[in-house]
């Protein structure tokens, strides 16, 4: 993890044409990045895409950050907007991510956590495209509701309903799937 | 079953969040105490809890980041409009300028000639000295002008939403 300063510093030599201090942002943010194109989109090719442009536009439009926020709410802001516009172009049917998580793997532990995913990503279905997007956001490792609200470019207040929904939702949803399944063993 | 209030459930999923304390943790505690529809509720959000929060970050290819900078050099390709959204537009430009053409053609505009003449209007007339020369308007040329305004918006079009983009989402797979 880079600190602000060594962050600040990479951006000042960007700036002053110094393009391969560039390479250590896109290696510091690239998970980051990714994971929430691959949110958006359920797709890792276009997610990658979709990450690798996002971080292009950053790069261009570097000047026009004021550093008022961390530099990487700013990118991650750049990330979900390129993402989301990736999203309209391509309406192709999406790859299920949890398709991804399951891997190759067939001991006990795999196959629950396959199981967690199919029950999740089937009462994901039932949520409106943005809730399912700010719960998903919220649930990324590190983020907080205020950054989840900035990347989204919404009110902090509506993120909080939204996020406060969908569990709600998500919660019955579960409960409603898991007892369907238990009828059926 | 008691019926949940939005407080409650409020309190539920800050308590998850870890945002609880004090009074209002306590008060919750003694209320789980007494209620087990609400410990059953905390169990069901608890699920939601463990199942996302148990996602954790995807990384990319390996070369992501070497690509990225192999990359820097070109416009973004979100840059462009879509190639859908390109050719709508690009149809809607060659259909206005087959329409110019055809009213052309039909003749509307050979009889659409004369001056101009800038004098008889008071305020110039009484401003502007020496007077203003008569401007002379040929409506046929004016159309073919924007016949050709319309060609080169036309070629844009096609430049920036269909071709650019196509050529380099080729040379990125290419690179891949």
């Known amino acids: 993890m880079i600190s602000l300063q060594e962050e600040n510093a990479l951006i000042d030599q960007v700036l002053g044409g110094k393009q391969e201090a ?35 536009k950053a790069f261009h439009y570097l000047k026009s950050f004021n550093r008022k926020a961390r530099f990487s709410t700013w990118l991650y802001r750049i990330i979900f907007n390129t993402a989301i516009s990736y999203k309209r172009k391509n309406r192709h049917p999406m790859e299920s991510l949890e398709h991804h998580d399951r891997g190759g793997d067939t001991d006990e532990s795999a196959l629950e ?28 490792r590190e983020f907080s509701l205020e950054e989840v609200a900035e990347m989204m470019g919404q009110r902090m207040n509506t993120l909080k309903v939204r996020v406060h929904r969908a569990r709600q939702r998500l919660a019955d949803e579960l409960t409603r799937i898991l007892k369907e399944e238990a009828l059926t063993l | 079953m008691e019926k949940m209030t939005n407080d409650q459930e409020e309190s539920l999923q800050d308590f998850l969040d870890g ?23 905390l169990e069901e959000l608890r699920r939601v809890h463990t199942f996302l ?29 879509s190639p ?34 800038f004098d008889e209007i008071v305020p110039v007339k009484k401003y502007v000295t020496p007077s203003i020369p008569a401007l002379h308007i040929n ?29 380099q989402r080729r040379a990125g797979s290419h690179s891949l």
Do not use: C, H
Not at chain 1, 132 to 140: E, P, S
Not at chain 2, 35 to 41: D, G
Not at chain 2, 144 to 163: E, P, Y
């Open chain 1, 113 to 140: 956590s396959a199981d967690k995913s199919a029950f999740i990503a089937k009462a994901m279905e039932q949520l409106n495209e943005a809730d399912r997007m700010a719960i998903q956001l919220y649930y990324i």
């Open chain 2, 139 to 167: 409506g046929k040329l004016l159309m073919k002008v924007l016949i050709g305004i319309n060609l080169v918006l036309a070629f844009l079009v096609l430049d920036r939403t269909i071709l650019r983009p196509l050529f």
């Open chain 1, 22 to 56: 560039y390479a250590r942002l896109v290696d510091q943010y690239k998970s980051y990045a990714f994971t929430i194109a691959l949110k958006i989109l359920n797709n890792r090719p276009d997610a990658e895409e979709a990450a690798q442009d996002g971080f292009i």
């Open chain 2, 53 to 81: 929060g148990s996602k954790t970050l995807q990384s990319p290819s390996p070369r992501f980041v070497e690509r990225v900078m192999q990359n820097l050099s070109k416009a973004p390709l979100s840059y462009y409009a």
């Open chain 2, 84 to 117: 859908k959204n390109g050719l709508m537009l690009l149809v809607g430009v060659m259909i206005a300028s087959g329409m110019l053409v055809m009213v052309i053609s039909a003749g509307t505009f050979d009889q659409i000639t004369g001056l101009i003449t």
């Open chain 2, 19 to 41: 945002k609880l304390e004090g009074a209002s943790l306590q008060q919750l505690k003694r209320e789980l105490e007494g209620s087990p529809a609400l410990q059953q509720r």
